[in-house]
């Protein structure tokens, strides 16, 4: 991992969405999961990782020729660990609903030796008592307790999860509130930084708040002094 993107951590999603909107570089309801999904290990904290997109099938017994090559694949996650660091293993079951869960403790063992640090999944999870020991971020839209007829059908395509089309290489963060994918044109050192300033900014308003003194005139003030100190203030303000 990068110092910028160690910058990252720290901070949360939330406030690193309203960060990125104060680039201009995104309409307000673009970049991040728009269907629910959950995170199973909120303990862990923020997920900072490249994405690697995966395509499975839990639901359909495929004929063998229908799995990837898995040496060629492990091949291909290794040197996409050399490329861009930590990894998060985006996975697209394309069964609906899933007929199990390609992710338990196996495959997680085999992607954090390859670089993945967590996976967010379009389909089930399973052996949560494991990845969490392993320190497996996971996130997933569900939980089954069987592999169904699992198999890695492709690698390297683009894949939509949480309603979001994700490509091998994305950049992205995640916690208990959802996923994020951070644009190519922002400096992360930027964004860090844009993302500190709106939390001491909030925090004007949430001590304001929670003040015995607080008012109305002095919360139109607050709120009015804020804003004017916003990163990116001569655009619109996130909520």
Known sequence: MTIAQEALHGLTVPTLANAIESFGVLAPNAGYNREAIHCHFPQLGMLVAHAVTITTS???????????????????LEARHQ??????????????????????????NVHRSLGCVGTIT???????????????????????????????TGYDREVTVGGLAIRTGDLFVADR?????????????????????IDHLEGEIFSLCQSPDFSIERLVETQAHVLERWPGSERDHPA
């Open 58 to 76: 839990t639901d359909t017994q495929l004929d063998p020729s229908a799995q990837i090559d898995l040496a060629e694949y492990w091949q291909w």
């Open 122 to 152: 379009h389909g089930a999870v399973r052996d949560l008592d494991a990845l969490e020991r392993l320190g497996f971020h996971a996130f997933s839209t569900s939980i089954s307790v069987g592999h169904g007829y699992g198999v890695f």
């Open 177 to 197: 509130h959802g996923f994020l994918r951070i644009p190519d044109e922002i400096p992360l050192d930027e964004l860090a930084d844009a993302a500190r300033t």
């Open 83 to 108: 490329e861009y660091g930590p990894l998060v293993a985006v996975l697209q079951d394309t069964d609906e609903p899933a007929g199990g869960a390609m992710w338990g403790e196996w495959n997680a």
